[in-house]
């Protein structure tokens, strides 16, 4: 680094993680090769707080890390995701592939990482049940099919028809037609 050019938030997500990644390595039996490790930051992750790509070709592990996450989380829970994808990297080195199997529950246990995490941003959608004994929910932040398209789906555990909420609006909808009809009243502030 250059006299006066300054760390950005990456650096520090990327410096933290590293160093952690280290400690783990060095305090548990993890065998990862660290060195085949790469580091990475998203800007556009809305959901997803990590993830680990693997290229097979040249047998190198990608963690990428959502700043939004890193932003929202305390860092006792960021480094939780460190963990997770520490192990989808341990993995990926030592198998070739990786998933939320067995294998990966147990050495997640042992390294105290979440199978899954937390969400750090708000759904632009959420589904619900219209049968009124049935408190079936889901969300969504993205237009996907059942959101776009409710009719041609059913509650995930009755089996009722349900409806779409655009969560800033309040604006609800239950078929492709009400979609439609929702995104064009609601014109930019969709």
Excluded at 9 to 23: C, P
Excluded at 146 to 174: F, I, K, L, N, Q
Aim: charge should be negative.
């Amino acid at each position: 680094m250059t006299d006066g050019e300054q760390l950005t938030i990456d650096d520090e997500i990327i410096a933290r993680a590293r160093i952690h990644a280290r400690e783990v390595v060095a305090d548990s039996d993890l065998t990862l090769d660290l060195s085949a490790l790469e580091w990475d930051v998203s800007a556009r992750a809305k959901r997803r707080a990590g993830l680990c790509r693997w290229r097979a070709n040249c047998e190198e592990a990608t963690i990428v890390l959502a700043r939004r996450a890193y932003e929202r989380y305390e860092w006792s829970e960021f480094a939780a995701v460190v963990r997770h994808e520490l192990v989808h990297a341990w993995e990926y080195q030592q198998f070739g592939e990786s998933g939320h199997g067995p294998r990966f529950r147990e050495r997640a246990a042992d390294l105290d990482a979440p199978r899954h995490c937390r969400s750090f941003s708000e759904p632009r959608y959420v589904l619900r049940c219209l049968d009124t004994d049935c408190e079936w929910s889901a969300k969504r932040h993205q237009a996907s099919k059942p959101v776009r398209a409710p009719d041609g789906y059913r509650c995930g555990v009755c089996g009722s028809e349900y409806e779409v909420e655009h969560v800033e609006s309040g604006r609800t909808w239950s078929s492709s037609s009400g979609y439609g009809g929702v995104k064009a009243a609601l014109g930019d502030e969709w």
